[in-house]
């Protein structure tokens, strides 16, 4: 079992940055991908961005490539989401997931996800 905690969420104004954190504890997550999803109200959860167990694969949903980047830590078991140059249609609810395997943007084959942190951006 893994668990996930998110954090780094807040309110932002349009053009500025924030870099989400999620912990992982128990079994160890360093031989699984990571992956960072987001869902906005009234709207399906989406892919966002992956990394592989080395950290040496990363794989970005168009509308963010360019400005988010996303990297892990395996010795501190965290996994981050560097967000630069926000737009008001980033506000979602942010979730971090692993899976054992490979990277994916499919949420459908993650089975561990966090609770989620709230991303609110002002125009």
């Known amino acids: 079992q893994v668990q996930l905690v998110e954090s780094g969420g807040g309110l932002v104004q349009a053009g500025g940055s924030l870099r989400l954190s999620c912990a992982a504890s128990g079994r160890t997550f360093s031989a699984g991908a990571m992956g960072w999803f987001r869902q906005a109200p009234g709207k399906e959860r989406e892919f966002v961005a992956t990394?592989?167990?080395?950290?040496?694969?990363?794989y970005y949903t168009d509308s963010v490539k360019g400005r988010f980047s996303i990297s892990r830590d395996n010795a501190k078991n965290t996994v981050y989401l560097q967000m630069n140059s926000l737009k008001p249609e980033d506000a979602a609810v942010y979730y971090c997931?692993?899976?054992?395997?490979?990277?994916?943007?499919?949420?459908?084959?993650?089975?561990?996800w966090g609770q989620g942190t709230q991303v609110t951006v002002s125009s």
């Open positions: 990394v592989s167990w080395a950290g040496t694969y990363k």
């Open positions: 997931a692993a899976r054992w395997g490979g990277s994916n943007w499919s949420s459908a084959l993650y089975p561990y």
